[in-house]
């Protein structure tokens, strides 16, 4: 009877620190349940931190890359696979800590107790698991330990399968087989990755002094043009936005066939737009910038653009009056 209840006893101990070694704040209850697969590959998708591991497979072949990333609700897991090799399972398991991660007395991790995994039939090269941060309980600035363990194969040229056991991670595990795993930090998404391009309208003026209006168009008083004589040196001109804010230059000159305009800006500001004309006459009235025979959309915006158009005789000798406006950013 006392054999019995020390039995009894001690298989009690034992399955209660079974549970305790298996207590992971970041596994479910539920182990066995399956995380729905992110349809788009979070590398495509804005906003988001990531950082890229390898994934070994047969110890030494680089098999491919374990992405792990999130963005201000989710953390995505990706085994994206490269040089043929396909997924034929996944276990995935995260942790707080090394010693979270389920494991033998030996140090030797055990895939089949990952919280996570998924058969693939059919076979695929990519796959992402995808996890709420809030179901996790993770927050910014938390630590992962991320073990992702695969089956991988490998088509060759007689038909079959090289077949081997995969690790992603660069760090070397310990006990006496081979493995390696990932140290992943939650980090704030990137702030706003797609700022709005705001711009400003600039002018191309006369001198380089911020309040000089010299040249003024009509009843706007900082609208501007400049007026010269075009020849073979070219000569330069002052590109002003938002009034008072210089943002590049612009060189004026001909040839026996064309006059050209070559705008050049400061970093950081960009053009998405331009416009230019050229009138023997002085400007009155209000500007009408998509009236210009001569404009630009700059898609991609640019840093540098030449106009280059014909030169027309009535332009022989004259004091030409040349207006170059443009949408310029960021602002």
């Avoid at 991988?152 to 038909?159: E, T």
């Avoid at 008083?221 to 002052?238: A, D, E």
């Amino acid at each position: 009877m006392k054999t019995i209840t020390k039995t009894v006893i001690l298989m009690i101990v034992t399955l209660f620190a079974l549970a305790a070694c298996n207590t992971n704040p970041l596994m479910p209850e539920t182990p066995e349940t399956e995380v729905l697969s992110f349809s788009v590959s979070p590398k495509s998708v804005s906003n988001v931190q990531s950082s890229s591991y390898p994934i070994w497979a047969g110890q030494n072949i680089n098999a491919g890359n374990l992405i792990i990333s999130n963005d201000a609700n989710n953390l995505y897991i990706t085994y994206s696979l490269t040089d043929g090799w396909l997924l034929r399972a996944t276990h995935l398991h995260i942790a707080s800590s090394l010693n979270r991660i389920p494991m033998n007395r030996q140090g030797i991790p055990i895939p089949g107790q990952f919280a996570y995994k998924k058969t693939h039939d059919p076979l695929v090269s990519e796959y992402t698991y995808q996890f709420s941060l809030a179901d996790l309980s993770l927050n910014y600035g938390d630590e992962i330990y991320v073990a992702a363990h695969a089956e991988v194969v490998k088509p060759n040229i007689s038909g079959g399968f090289q077949s081997e056991t995969a690790w992603g991670g660069i760090i070397p595990g310990g006990g006496p087989r081979w493995w390696f795993y990932a140290v992943y930090t939650i980090v704030p998404p990137i702030d706003n990755p797609n700022p709005v391009f705001r711009t400003e309208t600039a002018m191309l003026r006369m001198n380089d002094v911020p309040n000089d209006f010299s040249n003024r168009w009509g009843r706007h008083p900082w609208f501007s043009y400049v007026n010269l004589i075009p020849n073979s040196s070219p000569r330069t001109f002052y590109f002003y936005a938002a009034q008072h804010n210089r943002v590049g230059e612009a060189k004026i000159w001909r040839d026996l066939n064309s006059m050209y305009v070559e705008i050049e800006l400061d970093a950081p500001y960009e053009m998405q737009q331009t416009h230019l004309n050229v009138q023997t006459t002085n400007y009155t009235g209000s500007p009408s910038f998509g009236l210009f025979p001569y404009t630009a959309t700059h898609s991609p915006r640019v840093s540098s653009y030449t106009y280059q158009i014909p030169w027309q005789s009535a332009w022989n000798n004259a004091d030409l009056k040349v207006a170059l406006h443009g949408e310029v950013g960021p602002f």
